[in-house]
């Protein structure tokens, strides 16, 4: 993949945002680096880093997919019920394997905590 100013703004907003960003996201982000980015050049760029595993996608019941830089290992997130903005929620051990019935293969999971962010909840403290 060639690296371009519109890829190195992409990579760079997931880098700074420290959480799962969503397309539209990540487009209104770039622009603040690269100004004419435009939508097609995201979803270019998102599917190339993916392919090349520079960034995974995270999905969530509800919500559009996300991307965030691999973490190395499975991690719990926040979804804000106010503003819809997902974080990484930090683990201190691995989460255990899953427990499924006998015959059942399990390919991935999440643990998904749910509430207001710090931004969200501080507004209905005035």
Do not use: W
Not at 22 to 45: D, Q, Y
Not at 58 to 67: A, L, S, T
């Amino acid at each position: 993949m060639v690296q371009t100013r519109q890829r190195e703004a992409i990579f760079s907003v997931l880098q700074e945002a420290g959480r799962p960003l969503c397309r539209e996201e990540i487009l209104r982000l770039g622009r603040s680096k690269v100004p004419r980015l435009g939508p097609a050049t995201v979803n270019r760029a998102i599917r190339e880093l993916s392919q090349k595993l520079d960034i995974i996608g995270v999905e969530f019941p509800g919500q559009p997919r996300r991307y965030e830089l691999p973490a190395g290992c499975e991690h719990p997130h926040f979804i804000c019920r106010v503003c819809n903005k997902v974080f990484d929620l930090p683990i201190a051990t691995e989460l255990p394997p899953a427990q499924a019935p006998s015959g059942f293969v399990v390919k991935g999971g999440e643990i998904i905590y749910s509430g207001e962010c710090r931004d969200c909840s501080t507004a209905y403290d005035v």
